[in-house]
């Protein structure tokens, strides 16, 4: 308690608690706000109904998509959105959902611009949007559940109004939580209206491409020591040793709360396996609506290919890259992979005919042959690392439990971490440890909160920094 606050003090608090509209809580959210440019100068090169349906038409496209990535629209503008990701209930990807569909609206606006031109002759259609992430005080208001009011939601329509048509502005606080994950542009300092200093920003030119992604986490330009996980490293670095030295599969599933540390864990193993072949593929929130998310993931990886690729380039690209690795029918042997992965080979005279079973059952015989291909050229082991498998679809998960059942002639590490609603989807994932453990099962890595002398010693380490 202060001492010098006023005897009144509780009183006061207690008062404004009562006053305090029911239902008005407070949540760090990202608001969204998604525009059509220059909507009145529309208007007036159209007559009311093509303007209507015009407007009408992409408004319900930008509702569509912020829904699409488990969003709230909670205003139409009258020529665009108002939306929040966090809503009901934070989640840390909710800026990387906010995102993500900026530059889906931003891509659907693209079309309807093409469209526009195509039947009307407008050339100039073209929609922007801003994202920031910030605290709002939520319910309560006109608009019941829906009302979000504060200082981040202002900020996040600064955004969308000072972005170029065509383009996505995000804030400083949004950028912390996205970087690593997307192109970002950083831009000159903006004074927005309200805001005392001037505002870093950035513009998202696209996303970065599953393989290569991964958030960054912490200070930029502070590099932390890892401190208490020394244990946990050693493990990881053993079923690494012992996978190389039976050439056969071990794996390790590390279990652990968001912030606990597995990705610097991570980090950590990767920079010690310098002699080694690492495949790096990461599960995202969208991935248990993506089938087979893991493999086309790992074709990423290894073929190259691009979301941006047509369905012609990916598909040369697989059959290209996987062909050279097989000793007999290479080429068929690709299109099945690929196949199973989402690309179109039906066509094709060794798949056409193929049941949906049959095509899985072949596909999933197929790829541990090419990683035990992989395995053979030169002495580099493979690890295959997967983060955050929590959010990998069913079939990603069988594809994992398929490679255990071929642990015995398959030289491959495989590292990989989750939270506990994976254990909850898949209770058989992890079994009592025995001799046999590599081939039936994966052994698993509780990773729990750092005492509290070793978070005080971490903190130590970052206060006091040597020059």
Same mark, same amino acid.
């Given at each position: 308690?202060?001492?010098?606050?006023?005897?009144? =003090?509780?009183?006061?608090?207690?008062?404004?608690?009562?006053?305090?509209?029911?239902?008005?809580?407070?949540?760090?959210?990202?608001?969204?706000?998604?525009?059509?440019?220059?909507?009145?100068?529309? =208007?007036?090169?159209?007559?009311?109904?093509?303007?209507?349906?015009?407007?009408?038409?992409?408004?319900?496209?930008?509702? =569509?998509?912020?829904?699409?990535?488990? +969003?709230?629209?909670?205003?139409?503008? +009258?020529?665009?959105?108002? *939306?929040?990701?966090?809503?009901?209930?934070?989640?840390?990807?909710?800026?990387?959902?906010?995102?993500?569909?900026?530059?889906?609206?931003?891509?659907?606006?693209?079309?309807?611009?093409?469209?526009?031109?195509?039947?009307?002759?407008?050339?100039?259609?073209?929609?922007?949007?801003?994202?920031?992430?910030?605290?709002?005080?939520?319910?309560?208001?006109?608009?019941?559940?829906?009302?979000?009011? +504060?200082?981040?939601?202002?900020?996040?329509?600064?955004?969308?109004?000072?972005?170029?048509?065509?383009?996505?502005?995000?804030?400083?606080?949004?950028?912390?939580?996205?970087?690593?994950?997307?192109?970002?542009? *950083?831009?000159?300092?903006?004074?927005?209206?309200?805001?005392?200093?001037?505002?870093?920003?950035?513009?998202?030119? *696209?996303?970065?491409?599953?393989?290569?992604?991964?958030?960054?986490?912490?200070? @930029?330009?502070?590099?932390?020591?890892?401190?208490?996980?020394?244990?946990?490293?050693?493990?990881?670095?053993?079923?690494?040793? !012992?996978?190389?030295?039976?050439?056969?599969?071990?794996?390790?599933?590390?279990?652990?709360?968001?912030? $606990?540390?597995?990705?610097?864990?991570?980090?950590?193993?990767?920079?010690?396996?310098?002699?080694?072949?690492?495949?790096?593929?990461?599960? @995202?929130?969208?991935?248990?609506?993506?089938?087979?998310?893991?493999?086309?993931?790992?074709?990423?990886?290894?073929?190259?290919?691009?979301?941006?690729?047509?369905?012609?380039?990916?598909?040369?690209?697989?059959?290209?890259?996987?062909?050279?690795?097989?000793?007999?029918?290479?080429?068929?042997?690709?299109?099945?992979?690929?196949?199973?992965?989402?690309?179109?080979?039906?066509?094709?005279?060794?798949?056409?005919?193929?049941?949906?079973?049959?095509?899985?059952? !072949?596909? $999933?015989?197929?790829?541990?042959?090419?990683?035990?291909?992989?395995?053979?050229?030169?002495?580099?082991?493979?690890?295959?690392?997967?983060?955050?498998?929590?959010?990998?679809?069913?079939?990603?998960?069988?594809?994992?439990?398929?490679?255990?059942?071929?642990?015995?002639?398959?030289?491959?590490?495989?590292?990989?971490?989750?939270?506990?609603?994976?254990?909850?989807?898949?209770?058989?994932?992890?079994?009592?440890?025995?001799?046999? =453990? *590599?081939?039936?099962?994966?052994?698993?890595?509780?990773?729990?909160?750092?005492?509290?002398?070793?978070?005080?010693?971490?903190?130590?380490? $970052?206060?006091?920094?040597?020059?």
């Amino acid at each position: 308690m202060n001492p010098n606050a006023p005897p009144t =003090a509780p009183l006061r608090a207690r008062l404004a608690a009562l006053l305090r509209p029911a239902g008005l809580k407070h949540r760090l959210v990202t608001v969204l706000f998604a525009d059509v440019v220059g909507s009145t100068a529309l =208007a007036t090169g159209l007559d009311a109904e093509d303007t209507l349906g015009l407007l009408s038409a992409a408004l319900r496209r930008m509702a =569509a998509l912020v829904e699409a990535h488990q +969003g709230r629209v909670l205003r139409f503008t +009258g020529d665009g959105v108002k *939306a929040a990701f966090g809503m009901d209930e934070t989640r840390e990807d909710d800026a990387v959902r906010a995102v993500r569909a900026g530059l889906a609206i931003l891509a659907a606006g693209r079309e309807q611009a093409e469209a526009a031109a195509r039947l009307h002759g407008i050339t100039d259609f073209a929609v922007r949007v801003g994202v920031h992430s910030g605290d709002v005080a939520l319910g309560a208001g006109v608009e019941d559940d829906n009302t979000a009011m +504060g200082a981040a939601v202002n900020i996040a329509a600064r955004m969308e109004q000072h972005a170029p048509p065509g383009c996505l502005r995000i804030s400083q606080d949004t950028w912390s939580q996205v970087r690593g994950l997307f192109e970002l542009e *950083a831009q000159p300092m903006l004074l927005v209206k309200g805001i005392a200093a001037p505002m870093q920003t950035y513009l998202v030119r *696209a996303a970065l491409e599953r393989g290569a992604a991964s958030v960054e986490r912490g200070l @930029q330009g502070l590099a932390t020591p890892m401190v208490g996980r020394e244990a946990e490293l050693q493990r990881l670095l053993q079923t690494v040793a !012992q996978a190389r030295q039976t050439r056969r599969l071990h794996a390790l599933t590390l279990i652990g709360d968001a912030g $606990l540390g597995k990705s610097r864990l991570l980090r950590e193993l990767m920079a010690a396996l310098q002699d080694c072949r690492l495949l790096t593929l990461r599960s @995202q929130p969208d991935s248990q609506l993506r089938p087979w998310g893991l493999l086309r993931s790992l074709l990423a990886l290894q073929c190259g290919v691009a979301d941006t690729d047509s369905a012609d380039v990916a598909k040369r690209k697989v059959v290209d890259a996987l062909s050279p690795w097989f000793e007999e029918r290479g080429e068929r042997q690709a299109q099945l992979i690929g196949q199973l992965s989402g690309l179109d080979f039906a066509d094709s005279p060794t798949i056409k005919g193929l049941d949906p079973r049959t095509l899985r059952d !072949q596909a $999933l015989m197929a790829l541990p042959a090419y990683l035990q291909a992989l395995a053979a050229q030169g002495s580099s082991l493979p690890v295959l690392i997967v983060e955050d498998l929590h959010w990998a679809d069913d079939s990603s998960l069988d594809l994992l439990q398929h490679l255990l059942a071929h642990a015995a002639e398959l030289p491959l590490a495989l590292v990989m971490t989750a939270r506990q609603p994976l254990l909850v989807r898949r209770p058989d994932w992890v079994k009592p440890d025995t001799a046999d =453990a *590599a081939v039936t099962a994966v052994a698993l890595m509780t990773l729990s909160p750092l005492p509290a002398d070793q978070c005080n010693e971490l903190v130590q380490a $970052l206060l006091y920094r040597p020059a």
